[in-house]
């Protein structure tokens, strides 16, 4: 029995330990899965990891490469720098270029405020000019409305030796007359009848201008010495434009341009002829100076008295015209001879009545006299732009010894043709 | 010589040779002297008048005063011819 129950207990003790085996195996079983379950957990935490290292790197050779980068633009920053620094003495140079610069234009604005002033100096004295102008041209009409009625043209003096003998043979016609009736001889009658009319004549027409040449000399010269001190302060070395003339009882008028090459006169508002200045600021070429030309009352005074309208002459017959009016009707003139071509004209008028006059004006007022002309060589050119109809240069107005010399040129024409 | 000055001595020249003509062929009427004289003077003055028209403006009183003349002389022979 002991053996049954040694047996029995060497059984039950195998029991147990196939109990603890059992539970061992299951504890084993249990332990395999939860190491299963964390080799899982560590291989996925792993994987994550070899991730972050991957992304890591990969960050790293960005990094890597910025500061590659950012070591070439450091290199490249401190070349620039070195740059720079060389900049400085050019910097300089800026600064005093821009002092300079600072200091022109200081003295540019001082310079302009003194044109400005000079300019309102010279528009003020336009203003005088054209009162003075105006003031001129008003007692001028009504000089010419008082004298005119009294003395006509040409006004009447006549010299005592004239009158003395006009009243000489006025005498002796009457008594020849009164002889004849007493004697009763008729012929000597009408021989008597001659002699007073011949006396009448010298006795009532002038053979002497009522003004001397002095006379008219001083009165004028003080005028066109004031045009000529307008001329040398306002105008330009250019030539002057007669313009045309668009209707019979237009008055001529010459306009100085600013410039050489003056825009065609029909396109130069001239609707107020008692403009002075002409001011385009945007074309300069529009701009000058508008004067009535100085012959253009001689031209009117010998269209009256030769009874011929320059405006309706043919081109053909001016030349004739011309002498006519200037020898015959006015006797400013004692000979004119002129050459018509193409491109121009060029004239020589022989001093008449007016050579003084013409002398003191070459002499007190040149510009006057070869810009624009004298009256005599003026109102020769107002008759040949009214007739021809087209704007003319007075290229050259010489003053010799007894003759005026003008050069024309048609306007648009080449120059030097004319010489 | 002005244009004047040649007009009146023109017309000095023209009157005296005509006068010495009319005298030549023996005319006794002071009124036949008259009308040529005048004739003459309004030629002269038309001639004149062509270079400078205020010269026959100016003339025009003279001319006048020779009408008058001729319209007294005219009167006077109508006058006479009616008596």
Redesign the interface.
Known sequence: MPDYEESRARVNELEALRARVVALETEKKELVAKADQESQARVKELELLESKVAALEAENKELKASKAKADAESVEYQELRTQVNDLDPLRARVAAVEAEKKELVAKADQESQARLKELESLESKIVRLEAVNKELKASKAKAVEQVAPQT???P?MISHSQHYLGVSFVAFGVLT?LASVIAGI??L???G??SF??G???V????QPSVAPELVEASVISSLTNTERALRELAPETKALYLNVRDRLDVPMVLLPVSDNPSPPSEIGLSDEDRFLLVDSEDPHRSGLLFEAPGSSLLALME????VDFFDLAREDLMDALR?GMV??L?VATDLKGELTESGMKLRIKDGALAGLSRSIARSAPNVSSRLGCPICSAAICAAVKTLKRQMILEEAAHQSGYHVVTLRFFGSPTNETD | MRLTESYILFYAVTILLSGLLLMGIGVQQIEVYYGVYLIEFLAAVTFVAFFRRSLERHLGSIIIVFLLGFIYIVAQRILQILS
């Open positions: 006509g043209f040409p009447r007359v008729a012929p009658a009408g021989l009848l001659a009319l011949i009448l004549l010298l009532y027409l002038p053979s009256k008295e030769s009874g006519s015959e009707s006797e």
